[in-house]
């Protein structure tokens, strides 16, 4: 009975092994090359006198459809921090987004983009001139796909 028990729990552990080395193969083929095998995220920023235009996008470089799923209608959160790194404006303050699941579809080679406009106000009152830092986050989740987050810098004059 005891030859029976460790010869059950060496399977266990050799399947056990088995998988965690399939698993590892996978992460990285995922985390491959950046050019062709990654979801990736990307912001660019366009300044206006008025306004900050925020164009938003979501690529898939893998070589299969990723179903990404969010808790709510807010498909991604916009941090922009001033010179100093003190945050000026966040895109979800003050909003209200809807409490359902949606999900997003996006098919190898595809791309999403989104754009929002920031007015260049922090707690009503125009910003001052300076190098600002805009930090994407986008808040969907796929499987074998890592949390996905873009930068950019803009300068705002006078």
């Known amino acids: 009975m005891k030859k029976l028990v460790f010869i059950m ?7 056990g092994c088995g998988q965690t080395a399939e698993n590892k193969d ?3 083929e995922v ?17 206006s006198p008025e306004s900050v235009q925020i164009n938003i996008t979501l690529k ?3 070589d299969e459809e990723k179903n990404f799923e969010f808790s709510s209608g807010q498909k991604y959160e916009i941090i922009i921090t ?9 895109y979800s303050k003050g909003r209200m987004f809807t409490q359902a699941l949606q999900y997003l579809k996006l098919p190898s080679g595809e791309s999403q983009t989104w754009q929002e406009t920031w007015d ?4 009503g009152n125009k910003i001052e001139a300076g190098e600002y830092t805009v930090k994407v ?3 969907g989740k796929a499987e074998g796909v890592k949390a996905l987050e873009a930068k950019a810098k803009f300068t705002v004059t006078e």
Not at 9 to 15: D, E, S
Not at 82 to 90: F, I, L, Q, S, W
Not at 120 to 123: E, M, Q, R, V, W
């Open 82 to 90: 001033d010179p100093n790194g003190a945050e000026v404006y966040k």
């Open 9 to 15: 729990l060496g399977l266990l552990f050799l399947v």
């Open 31 to 47: 985390s491959g090359d950046v050019e062709t095998k990654e979801v990736q995220l990307a912001v660019e920023t366009k300044e």
């Open 137 to 139: 986050l986008l808040t």
């Open 26 to 28: 996978e992460a990285e």
């Open 120 to 123: 260049k106000k922090s707690a």
């Open 60 to 62: 898939n470089n893998t």
